[in-house]
């Protein structure tokens, strides 16, 4: 006769031993969805208008979300608040952009810049699939495609289609709220990296990809 052990509590992943963490994980997946929809809603107007400059962005978003509803859960997360704070900041703040007039140059570059960094991010994203997160997490090392190049390839994707967001939709505002996203991002990176070069493994794998975001800067 054989029996099935229950598993030891010990044993599990975090968000079945923490109701609290899992419920924490739910309510960031519903806040997302709620916020991204008003987002492509505002966009979605402008759009429909007949402005095209930052259909790019949005779709990235749209893909985002759908990556963030979809992703596997993590083996480990941290629990630092400041380190959900500069998740926020990375990821949610840039839907807080605003559409600007523009001149027509402007608006073609900004747009050409947006669609190099949404095909960036699709590149990474086939490479990364649901692996994907916002707060810092263990969901499993990649290390092939563009993680070969640097550690961070999908936020670099990001910033690069909020430079071309905020070259077609220029502003003292927006300027503002990209400079905090990308220190946001910074801080992200180093949350996330402290998370895991406690494994030998992503140890490893940084002394192989020297550069986190920007090849010979950073």
Request: with cysteine.
């Amino acid at each position: 006769m054989t029996s099935t052990a229950t598993p030891a509590p010990a044993s599990l992943p975090w968000y079945h031993r923490h109701a609290w963490r899992r419920r924490l994980s739910y309510g960031q997946d519903a806040a997302l969805v709620i916020l991204t929809s008003v987002f492509v809603w505002v966009h979605l107007q402008a759009v429909l208008g007949g402005s095209l400059k930052n259909l790019p962005f949005v779709a990235e978003q749209l893909v985002l979300v759908a990556l963030f509803l979809t992703r596997r859960r993590p083996r480990a997360v941290t629990t630092r608040p400041f380190d959900w704070g500069a998740a926020a900041i990375g990821g949610w703040l840039p839907l807080a952009y605003q559409i600007e007039a523009a001149a027509p140059t402007a608006e073609r570059i900004g747009t050409t810049v947006q669609a190099v960094g949404v095909s960036a991010a699709a590149c990474c994203i086939l490479y990364l699939g649901r692996s994907f997160g916002v707060v810092a997490a263990d969901r499993g090392l990649k290390t092939s495609g563009p993680y070969r190049i640097v550690r961070h390839p999908i936020y670099a994707a990001h910033l690069v289609t909020g430079l071309g967001f905020l070259v077609a939709n220029a502003s003292a505002l927006n300027a503002l709220l990209f400079s905090a996203v990308v220190a946001g991002q910074i801080l992200r990176i180093r949350a996330e990296e402290r998370l895991l070069l406690a494994t030998a493994d992503y140890a490893a794998y940084a002394d192989r990809v020297r550069w986190r975001l920007v090849p010979f800067v950073y």
